[in-house]
């Protein structure tokens, strides 16, 4: 049974069939998924929910597809963490990680969008699937085209990390660095889209494809015990998940799945690529497109697509927003690493960094719940801690080597750097 009703134009209202559509005709506003929220209401409990598969799609009635997925099936449901040793670190009394670092199959929330994407493409009748990415949306494509016997074309700026290179062409994908930035592998990706007639999945099937990031959300409702917190800080690329995290947290408020929301949503970016939190600051409806140069390659998007939207959800969910160095990520992915034992990726080391910004700028009070998204795997951007760590003490294979080295000054430092 399909929930899915349509596109509608977010601007204008202008509805749509649910086809491979994201602009709207009239007014050229993006176009988002609508549901027969009625009949979601009849079926949808948390007794529902809780008898299902520890997966996303135990929330199958608020995702957009007609049928099964026909990929991913084991996507989401990844841990929510209570960190204590940060919550000391931090001074704060209750604060948790969603860890979408360990999320199946390639270690970023990007999992999550691309299984829906696929699975509507296909539901679509598509045999091509393609994206312009920042890295890890490249990883999760190429690897559920290829379990499910799709062919696909990845579109990159040439210069990402080395893994997440990598980890995409081991797929088999077809794999395009371009010579720019992302912004402009997404403008040439927008004429490929028209021309070729792929299935896109950040493009022409965004409206589809975004919807997966409320999964995130979801999860975190029901994994603290179908309650909402008071803090979410999500860190913000092309703008997307921040506000389906909204977006979800507002779909169980108004299906009666939580009984308040008095979540206030932070939005975080480097200080090398910050078009959104510049937005928020200055309280300005425009985002003036950046040119971007920060480690955090996987936010590094200078045109955010939902942009707009992410400050609007911001202002309305009272939240606020942040940036933080190069050298700030690489600290904060030192303190969680330390205090929690969880690698993230630079994405991971901004989110963290500025959390603690605004908890010391009191815009978090240190006696509520906050949620930390952690959404990608330090494993894939290592590249980033090269010479920032120190390097491991060597000794020959004797014991007397070893007595020595922790027997010196020089040997306890190094031992325990
Ligand atoms: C893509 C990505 C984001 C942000 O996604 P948007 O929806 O584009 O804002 C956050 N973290 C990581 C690790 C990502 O790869
Ligand atoms: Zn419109």
């Not at 931090?90 to 829906?116: C, I, M, Q, W």
């Not at 603290?224 to 995290?245: C, Q």
């Not at 697509?305 to 606020?320: C, H, L, P, V």
Request: with cysteine; glycine share 10%; proline share 5%.
């Amino acid at each position: 049974m399909s929930y899915l009703k349509g596109l509608k134009c977010r601007e204008c209202g202008r509805e749509y069939p649910k086809e491979a559509l994201h602009v709207c005709e009239f007014c050229f506003g993006p176009l988002e998924v609508i549901y027969d929220y009625e009949g979601i209401g009849r079926v949808f409990t948390r007794e529902v929910v809780e008898k299902r598969a520890p997966n996303m799609w135990r929330y199958r009635e608020l995702l957009p597809l007609d049928g099964e997925p026909s990929v991913g099936e084991q996507v989401g449901f990844t841990p929510l963490i209570r960190a204590k040793n940060l919550e000391k670190a931090l001074g704060v009394k209750e604060l948790y990680l969603k860890n979408d670092a360990v999320n199946h199959p390639t270690l970023s929330f990007k999992d999550r969008v691309v299984s829906v994407a696929i699975s509507r493409a296909r539901e679509m009748g598509f045999e091509v699937v393609a994206c312009a990415s920042t890295g890890n949306l490249a990883n999760s494509v190429a690897a559920n085209a290829s379990a499910c016997g799709m062919e696909s074309f990845i579109f990159i700026p040439f210069d990402l990390e080395q893994t997440k290179v990598l980890g995409t062409i081991i797929y088999g994908a077809k794999v395009v660095g371009i010579k720019g930035t992302y912004d402009e592998v997404n403008r040439l990706c927008s004429e490929i889209a028209g021309k070729y007639g792929w299935a896109f999945v950040n493009i022409n099937i965004r409206p589809y494809y975004a919807e997966g990031s409320k999964a995130f959300g979801f999860e975190i409702a029901e994994q603290l015990g179908w309650r909402l917190p008071h803090h979410v800080v999500v860190p913000m690329a092309g703008g997307s998940l921040i506000t389906k995290v909204w977006k979800a947290f507002r779909e169980f408020h108004n299906l009666g799945l939580v009984n308040s929301l008095p979540t206030r949503i932070h939005g975080a970016q480097a200080g090398g690529c910050a078009p959104i939190v510049t937005a928020v600051k200055e309280g300005s409806e425009l985002i003036k497109p950046v040119r971007p140069s920060t480690i955090a390659k996987s936010l590094a998007i200078g045109n955010p697509a939902d942009g707009y939207y992410a400050a609007k959800t911001i202002r309305e969910s009272n939240g606020w927003a942040e940036d933080v160095t190069d050298a700030e990520i690489i600290e904060a992915m030192k303190l969680l690493a330390e205090t929690e034992g969880i690698f993230a990726e630079t994405a991971g080391g901004v989110t963290l960094g500025v959390t603690k910004k605004l908890i010391e700028q009191g815009r978090i009070p240190r006696d509520e719940s906050i949620v930390v998204s952690i959404t990608g795997n330090g494993l894939k951007t290592q590249e980033a801690l090269y010479g920032k760590l120190p390097e491991p003490v060597i000794i020959n294979a004797r014991l007397s080597e070893f007595d020595e080295l922790v027997g010196s000054e020089k040997g306890r430092y190094a031992l325990k750097a």
